[in-house]
């Protein structure tokens, strides 16, 4: 595959740049709903029953184009939980309450309200220094995005397993190799917003990758730079299209019946950030043997 550099994409307006940079505030509430959805539609066979939980995650999507108001969301996540949680005590009467399908989706709610709180408190805090880098212990790193993984496969409701084992992986399992090397051995200096790139990403490439592929992720730190790469085996995009594809909302032609919760704006997000460190960005793709994505940041002078 070879290899096309990035460098310029179609100027965004201002409600379109909040969305992107709020990009993972947008797909946690869009699982958050989803998973009201599902609830609904299994319980009483109507997608809009939890009215006033999907009302006020909507009203949060609506308000993500400002950016103001989508630091306000940030403070209010709590709120937020306590409505659907009472809407469903409310809702849901015994037995169904006790019911297995019940209690599964009320887990994954809590499992999601908890990522979407993270997610927040990174937001926030980046909000105060945009240009700032951090220290990561290397550690730490990886156990965050075994998180990512882990809710991934607890999102599919049991449609693919995520292993990091190549030997152990069936027709209906993803295998991931996931490295991370540091200059320093145990800690990394990084923007903090790279992170969201890295789950971007990464949830790209499994979102376009069927079951039984790999996805292959890596972080490496040198003197000079910070380097990762985001590789898989999907459906690759044409040839046509590879520099068109980080367009705000753009997607590929041949991806249209992929059912997606996010906004159509990683790879945006993706390329905005790797030029606002002063990077650069390609992308390596073919179709019916995967893609690539590569990001190199020059680290700051000490």
């Known amino acids: 595959m070879n290899e096309i550099e990035i460098t310029e994409i179609p100027p965004i307006p201002p409600g379109e740049r909040s969305l992107v940079d709020f990009h993972s505030l947008v797909n946690v509430l869009n699982v958050l709903m989803g998973e009201l959805i599902i609830l609904g539609l299994t319980i009483y066979n109507d997608d809009r029953y939890f009215c006033e939980g999907l009302a006020v995650g909507q009203s949060m ?37 006790q019911s297995q399908e019940t209690q599964e989706v009320c887990a994954n709610l809590r499992a999601v309200f908890a990522i979407f709180k993270v997610r927040a408190r990174e937001l926030l805090a980046r909000s105060m220094t945009p240009e700032a880098w951090e220290t ?12 990512v993984f882990e809710a991934m496969e607890r999102v599919s ?5 995520i292993l990091y084992n190549a030997a152990c992986q069936g027709k209906g399992d993803y295998y991931v190799d996931f490295k991370v090397e540091a200059k320093e051995g145990r800690k990394i200096l990084m923007p903090p917003v790279l992170q969201d790139v890295m789950r971007d990403l990464i949830a790209n490439a499994r979102k376009y990758t069927a079951p039984g592929g790999t996805i292959t992720a890596a972080f490496h730190e040198d003197e000079r730079r910070i380097r990762f790469v985001v590789r898989d085996t999907g459906r690759g995009i044409p040839a046509g299209e590879i520099r068109e594809v980080p367009a705000f909302g753009k997607r590929a032609s041949n991806v249209t019946d992929v059912r997606t919760l996010g906004g159509g704006f990683g ?36």
């Open 157 to 161: 409701k049991g449609r693919y397993r």
């Open 136 to 147: 990561f212990d290397v550690d730490e790193l990886r156990s965050n995005f075994t998180e």
């Open 61 to 97: 999507l609506e308000s993500v184009r400002d950016r103001d108001a989508a630091l306000r969301i940030a403070h209010q996540l709590d709120a937020y939980e306590r409505t659907v949680f009472d809407e469903i005590k409310a809702k849901v009467p015994e037995p169904l309450s």
């Open 267 to 302: 790879l945006t997000k993706a390329f905005l950030v790797t030029k606002q460190f002063g990077g650069r960005f390609w992308i390596a793709s073919e179709l019916g043997r995967g893609t690539q994505v590569r990001v190199e940041i020059p680290r700051p002078a000490v």
